[in-house]
């Protein structure tokens, strides 16, 4: 096997795409068995010294690449949806499917326009927003059904023939990304006012694709080459030469423990996030800590736990013995 | 039966459980107890339901803070479970394992409870609580598994296989039900008036004399050392043994029979 084939990328397509050289239909053509769902570890590039918006069309390639590509995703939605108990809250997208301008049910990408003064001169920057895909997500780890999980090769995914809609993954989100749609999904069959409230939908990095050996689609769709997929090791060295290059920043490789999504920018991610309020379905950009982490050190106690048990019961029982053998030679030598 | 129980004739009680004994149960109900609702506010329940407006509960729509308070409370129940099956494994004390017959007795005591029929004598432990036990041990034992299979892939392996990681979700979620259904009925069934005089045991660690006598007669019959010419002799029909439960003078302290039991453990389930 090739070094191109075990890295799960044809280098020389790789470095075209990655210099912006390769015209997109060529230099986007990556090996089938490179993207096979579940063998390579994979990471996304979003260079944002490229990212332009997309001026003169009416939405950005790649959002609306990916609003096509969904558009079916979401089954019909239950008509009334039921009203959840006691907590009233129904969120429905469905009569709202052309936003474009935040994550939604039905919008899983969206571009930022980040208005920068530069030593006062303005520099208009594009931020293409969608799930990071963290290494270690606590939105799939923590999922009470295992709806979301994370795959082998980087990719977050939610089943939503599984998910009940309880926006737990939103909520332990550092940029809150799932947004839910109600009236869908398993809950309908089960307590629909009592449990459960839709299912949760975002960005699957296009997994489907992925095993299907393509692109996902707002990669392919971007005309400026701004997104990259690839080998993990291999992104991860092109964003430290980019960053390096422009002497710009990266996002992405630490916040919230790290993740399969590198940001590089000639601005500061401190400044880019002065531009963005955080608010419902759009995402800041600011220093994100793993809260999860606060766990691992228990985490570790439990898995040990096991041990401690045998010790204590080992030694539990052998100075049980060892008293019942006193007792008993005890006894003899009192009858003596 | 434990090398701890013993009657207390001066006292008029017998020492049903040992202090190890109460600190394993208790050790495990506590920290299931703690699992079992820290478990529920894994599910996004408490905001839903407005828990996370009373007072004090305002912790339990973080799913964080649930998930270490579950977690420490795992490191109480495995620990306790573990040291459980070792300590009375190696002891030989097995006296809440199910035996030939349990099944069919624990349909009749249960009848007797509705007034029908009359219960047989007992050993240290009903039969449906032998019976109980083995299937408490059995859901403790998934949830331990499944939940150890979970915690890792949230440590280590987040992209652990979706088959596996299904598994130990949908194993932990059903047999988490169990567990609660298990629980109702252990406290279900001590809450039956033929059953409280046992509560004081799970507490102090002893029962009343008088209703060991008359419940338990067999486990008694263990206890109490044989006059020593009737040693010599071969052991009576039980029936006859029976009879005289009750009515022979209670044994010196001193000789309280130390090495009777090669059986019994342990806990109430």
Redesign the interface.
């Known amino acids: 096997m090739s070094a191109d084939k075990k890295t799960g990328l044809n280098r020389r397509a790789f470095l075209k795409v990655s210099t912006g050289v390769a015209a997109a239909g060529a230099g986007l053509s990556l090996p089938r068995e490179g993207f096979a769902a579940g063998r390579k570890r994979l990471a996304t590039l979003i260079d944002l010294s490229r990212c332009d918006g997309c001026p003169g069309k009416d939405i950005p390639a790649c959002v609306g690449a990916c609003k096509t590509i969904n558009m079916d995703k979401i089954p019909k939605i239950h008509e009334p949806i039921p009203e959840?108990w006691?907590?009233k809250t129904i969120e429905d997208w469905s009569k709202k499917r052309e936003v474009f301008n935040r994550l939604t049910p039905y919008n899983f990408i969206y571009v930022h326009q980040a208005e920068i003064d530069e030593g006062g001169q303005k520099r208009i920057v594009f931020v293409p927003r969608r799930c990071m895909h963290c290494?270690?997500?606590?939105c799939?780890?923590?999922c009470?059904?295992?709806a979301n999980?994370?795959?082998?090769n980087?990719a977050v995914v939610i089943d939503q023939e599984l998910c009940f809609g309880?926006?737990?993954c939103k909520?332990?989100c550092p940029w809150e990304i799932p947004q839910r749609q109600s009236g869908v999904g398993i809950y309908l069959h089960i307590l629909p006012s009592l449990?459960g409230n839709g299912v949760m939908y975002k960005c699957d990095l296009c997994n489907d694709r992925l095993e299907e050996g393509k692109l996902p689609v707002c990669i392919e769709a971007c005309p400026q080459q701004a997104m990259l997929i690839g080998d993990r090791k291999e992104i991860y060295a092109l964003a430290e030469e980019r960053a390096k290059a422009m002497k710009g920043f990266i996002y992405g490789k630490k916040e919230n423990g790290g993740t399969a999504t590198l940001y590089v920018s000639p601005v500061s991610f401190t400044a880019l996030n002065g531009t963005m309020k955080k608010q419902p379905g759009r995402p800041d950009m600011g220093p994100a800590e793993r809260?999860?982490a606060?766990?691992?050190k228990?985490?570790?106690?439990?898995?040990q736990?096991?041990l401690?048990?045998?010790a204590?019961?080992?030694a539990?029982?052998?100075m049980?013995?060892s008293r019942?053998k006193d007792?008993?030679q005890g006894?003899e030598n009192g009858h003596e | 039966m434990a090398m701890s129980d013993k009657i207390m004739n001066d006292k008029g009680l017998v020492v049903r459980h040992n202090i190890i004994e109460l600190v394993e149960h208790w050790a495990i109900a506590l920290s299931g107890l703690l699992l079992l609702v820290t478990g529920i506010f894994e599910l996004p329940m408490a905001n839903r339901y407005y828990l996370t407006s009373l007072p004090g509960l305002s912790w339990s729509g973080d799913f964080i803070t649930s998930l270490y308070i579950h977690y420490v409370a795992s490191v109480v129940f495995i620990t306790a479970a573990v040291f459980h099956l070792l300590y009375h494994g190696i002891l030989g004390e097995g006296g809440m394992i199910p035996r030939r017959g349990d099944l069919k007795s624990s349909i009749e005591v249960m009848k007797s409870f509705f007034g029908k029929g009359e219960e047989p004598p007992f050993h240290k432990y009903l039969p449906e609580q032998r019976l109980a036990y083995v299937g408490m041990a059995f859901i403790i034992a998934m949830l331990i598994l499944s939940g150890l299979v979970k915690t890792y892939k949230n440590l280590y392996a987040p992209d652990m296989s979706l088959t596996l990681v299904l598994w130990a979700t949908w194993i932990h979620n059903v047999f988490f039900i169990l567990f609660i259904m298990a629980f109702v009925a252990h406290i279900g069934a001590i809450l039956l008036k033929p059953n409280r005089p046992m509560i004081r045991g799970i507490f102090m660690g002893t029962v009343r004399l008088d209703y060991a006598r008359h419940r338990h007669p067999l486990w008694i019959e263990e206890m109490e050392p044989r006059p020593v010419d009737e040693v010599k002799m071969e052991p009576e029909p039980v029936d006859e043994v029976k009879e005289e439960i009750g009515e022979d003078p209670p044994p010196p302290l001193s000789v309280v029979s130390e090495e009777a039991g090669k059986e019994e453990p342990n806990k109430e389930p």
């Open positions: 959840p006691p907590r290494d270690n997500p606590a799939a780890t923590i009470p059904f295992s999980h994370k795959y082998e980087g309880g926006a737990k909520t332990v449990a809260r999860m606060k766990t691992d228990m985490g570790k106690a439990v898995l736990a096991p401690y048990g045998i204590a019961g080992v539990g029982a052998f049980a013995l019942r007792r008993v006894g």
